[in-house]
């Protein structure tokens, strides 16, 4: 099978991708064409909403994506200033075939400063968006099918034992698999520094900094809201 290299590397909002890999084979990156929406964008016009955190909140979700002969799906879920980014890859093209799960909390969201954005995908316009802290809150991995879990457990991959459908603890881990070296994962309380901005009823995530510095730019990633 060929490497599920996006694995294990977050968007934390999450996250280009260091991925955990299955055989060694590195997937492209996500290049996404944003089209205009059709429902009203009022709610999400960043310049009017009273408190930038509020915009937020709720559960966003990508389309589910083709990514070097498997699929992807992010889902970034928003509660008050805590949050939680799923990433997971699939067999299918309806993303039903479920094959691995990675999990990372945030706490401690806290909105700053108003920024001018750029995108990663030139045909987008710089807009303006916002700049926000995060703590990190753990990361956990799934394995979600039998034939996937014997390769796991014989690469001794995180130095974990793994269990079919369990998530297991990989905060502050070194994990090395076939074909991607090392991954660090980074412990709890780290804060990160990323930003956000909206195209339409589009949400769009920075690439979390943890040096403390904000970057100007966001992922050609889009989600919306569920």
Same mark, same amino acid.
């Given at each position: 099978?060929?490497?599920?290299?996006?694995?294990?590397?977050? @968007?934390?909002?999450?996250?280009?991708?260091? @991925?955990?890999?299955?055989?060694?084979?590195? @997937?492209?990156?996500?290049?996404?064409?944003?089209?205009?929406?059709?429902?009203?964008?009022?709610?999400?016009?960043?310049?009017?909403?009273?408190?930038?955190?509020?915009?937020?909140?709720?559960?966003?979700?990508?389309?589910?994506?083709?990514?070097?002969?498997?699929?992807? @799906?992010?889902?970034?879920?928003?509660?008050?200033?805590?949050?939680?980014?799923?990433?997971?890859?699939?067999? /299918?093209?309806?993303?039903?075939?479920?094959?691995?799960?990675?999990?990372?909390?945030?706490?401690?969201?806290?909105?700053?400063?108003?920024?001018?954005?750029?995108?990663?995908?030139?045909?987008?316009? /710089?807009?303006?968006?916002?700049?926000?802290?995060?703590?990190?809150?753990?990361?956990?991995?799934?394995?979600?099918?039998?034939?996937?879990?014997?390769?796991?457990? /014989?690469?001794?991959?995180?130095?974990?034992?793994?269990?079919?459908?369990?998530?297991?603890?990989?905060?502050?881990?070194?994990?090395?698999?076939?074909?991607?070296?090392?991954?660090?994962?980074?412990?709890?309380?780290?804060?990160?520094?990323?930003?956000?901005?909206?195209?339409?009823?589009?949400?769009?995530?920075?690439?979390?900094?943890?040096?403390?510095?904000?970057?100007?730019?966001?992922?050609?990633?889009?989600?919306?809201?569920?």
């Amino acid at each position: 099978m060929k490497a599920l290299q996006r694995f294990f590397k977050a @968007l934390t909002i999450a996250s280009t991708a260091l @991925l955990l890999g299955l055989a060694g084979c590195a @997937l492209p990156e996500l290049e996404e064409n944003v089209t205009a929406a059709d429902t009203d964008s009022a709610e999400y016009s960043p310049e009017k909403a009273p408190d930038p955190l509020t915009l937020l909140q709720g559960t966003w979700s990508t389309n589910c994506k083709l990514m070097g002969g498997l699929y992807e @799906l992010w889902t970034y879920s928003v509660s008050g200033t805590d949050a939680t980014q799923e990433f997971s890859v699939y067999a /299918d093209a309806s993303c039903q075939t479920l094959l691995v799960t990675r999990s990372e909390s945030h706490h401690e969201i806290s909105v700053g400063d108003e920024m001018t954005i750029s995108f990663e995908d030139s045909s987008l316009a /710089d807009t303006r968006g916002y700049r926000f802290t995060s703590r990190t809150g753990g990361a956990t991995a799934t394995v979600n099918r039998a034939d996937l879990l014997q390769m796991f457990n /014989d690469e001794s991959v995180c130095g974990i034992s793994w269990g079919i459908n369990v998530a297991h603890d990989v905060s502050g881990k070194s994990c090395t698999s076939t074909g991607m070296g090392s991954v660090n994962f980074l412990p709890n309380d780290q804060t990160g520094y990323s930003n956000f901005s909206f195209v339409e009823d589009k949400l769009y995530l920075g690439y979390p900094r943890y040096d403390g510095v904000f970057k100007d730019s966001v992922w050609a990633r889009s989600y919306k809201k569920q």
